[in-house]
């Protein structure tokens, strides 16, 4: 494939990191997802947070009454549990069992809904050891959460603090970095050491390939810009570039879209999240032809995901032509709206609807 194309034809991607919520909302976000992508992990922090089978599967059937609501066939939800504290290993092997796709580790008070989340990992040693020998997926929020550590310094002390022991302590456990944002995340799962087994592995966000810290505060404060892990220094979104046009199979594309509504962002308080779903391909297209990187899209975006969580690469084909789309001041979310990533702006790359 030509570096500058004007089209480009790849196999379906899936988004391995995406929040809907629930309730009124979710059929807002979820079209916007379900027509770009196959498949995604459906991130866990309702209120209150989904720790169990029983209410994962309720939160699957309420996801498939949306998409049937919205006539969508061709999406699927990969469900995901909340670790807790009091998470027992018997769930985990109820939750092999269900085909849940992973457990999600939040420190307690790290981001959005996570104050049911982990306050020691000492609690979790037995479920993550049955995490290890039945291969579930941990997936990671990877931020330290004492109030002490500067907030742009919270990911890379997680990964001495937290991370490094974890997977030293269970060098077999399947680990997702979940979206990265430091050069110390990039290269410490690019270089992690493993065994035999592929265990490691990270997804990365549009956001944080296209922007830097300075989006947050250019010419006043841009709430829209704010997620967790917040945005860093420009030398961070190089590496993170950097990653996710290599071809290296550890890094891979997931979106982090969080919506929430526009006077829950626009406000003294301000929640974290960025809306990206509307145009999430689009977004990435842009960050991989800025590197002239076109060709490392498919493997990032199509099938790094699938193959680190052992599951069939998708086979149907999607488009992406050089059409400047235009991203709307707001979008409609239940009874309020959401203001989109590139709100009023226009992006490069649109996908071909069918
Ligand atoms: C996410 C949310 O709103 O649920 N927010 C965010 O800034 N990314 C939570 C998360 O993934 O940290
Ligand atoms: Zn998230």
Redesign the pocket.
Known sequence: MSNSPTQIELIQPDDW?L?IRDGAVMKDVLADTARQFARAII?P?LKPPVTTVGLAKAYKARIQANLNALGISAFTPLMILYLTDTTSVDEVRKAKDAGIAGFKL?PAG?????DAGVSDLKHCHAVLEEMQSVGMPLLV?GEVTSPEIDIFDREAVFIDSVLEPLRQHFPELKVVF??LTTKQAAHYVRDAIIGGKNTIAATITPQHLLMNRNAIFSGGIRPHN????VLKREEHRVALLEAATSGNPRFFLGT?S???AKGAKETACG????YSAFNALGLYAEAFESQGKFDKLEGFASFFGPDFYSLPRNTQKITLVKQAQNIPAELPLGDATIVPLRAGETIAWSLVEN
């Open positions: 990191h929040h991130m922090n939040y790290a981001t959005t809904n996570s929020h979940e979206h704010y997620c967790l892990p982090d969080a919506p929430h929640c974290a999240g960025c």
